[in-house]
Every structure is written in C-alpha cells, then in structure tokens.
Nanobody, 124 residues
Framework: QVQLVESGGNLVQPGGSLRLSCEAS????????IGWFRQAPGKEREGVAC????????FYADSVKGRFTISRDNAKNTAYLQMNNLKPEDTAIYYC?????????????????WGRGTQVTVSS
C-alpha cells in the first residue's frame, strides 16, 4: 500500500524552527520528485518547496526562500522540510507529495500521491 506520512508539526514561537519529515512506505522515493505544500484555513493549497527526482535540484516559493530547506534521504525513504525563522503566516497544515515528473515544480496537479498532513502553528 502506497503511503506518505508526515510528522514533526508543532506549536512554535515566531523565529523558531521545526523539521518536518515525510516517510514513504509501499514504494521507493528514489523514483519520485518530492514536494511540500501547505494550506492555511480559508486559503488554497500552495506549493512551498520541491526537490527533483535524481539530481537534487530544489525550488522554493518566494515566501519561504532562504528560510526553508527541502532534502531527501533515499536510504531512509524519507524527505524533510527544515523550517527556520518561522513566522505566524507560516501557520498551516503541511503536506508532502510525490510526482513521477523529474522536476515538477510547485503545481499540485502533477503530484499523484499525498500524505494526510501535519499541523504547524506559529504563535507567541
């Protein structure tokens, strides 16, 4: 059974850090690009970061560039999103997703497997 499970979400103060994990089971992440998305209440889902299938190329939304880092550990079948200098506007449910495209960017339509999300709340 193909499954993605996110973890690491929490309540954190502004300026704090979190590392989200996305563990895959039932398939190998080796063959997929990975994206992180988020959805805040009342807003559409937006792409945050992606990493390519093979060569480790990355792409970030302007809103998180310089603060978030996406990475992958194929040996652990897990992807990560390191989030630093968090802001209240980063509050959202964060989802990981996989795509068979080599470098899909941040369009949700080209991602075919999704996790259920993990809540990140940035508040003092």
């Amino acid at each position: 059974q193909v499954q993605l499970v996110e973890s690491g979400g929490n309540l954190v103060q502004p300026g704090g850090s979190l590392r989200l994990s996305c563990e895959a089971s039932g398939f190998s992440l080796d063959d997929h690009a990975i994206g992180w998305f988020r959805q805040a209440p009342g807003k559409e889902r937006e792409g945050v970061a992606c990493i390519s299938r093979r060569d480790g190329n990355t792409f970030y939304a302007d809103s998180v560039k310089g603060r978030f880092t996406i990475s992958r550990d194929n040996a652990k079948n897990t992807a990560y999103l390191q989030m630093n200098n968090l802001k209240p506007e980063d509050t959202a449910i964060y989802y990981c997703a996989t795509s068979t495209w080599a470098f899909p960017g941040l369009s949700p339509q080209v991602y075919d497997s999704w996790g259920r999300g993990t809540q990140v709340t940035v508040s003092s």
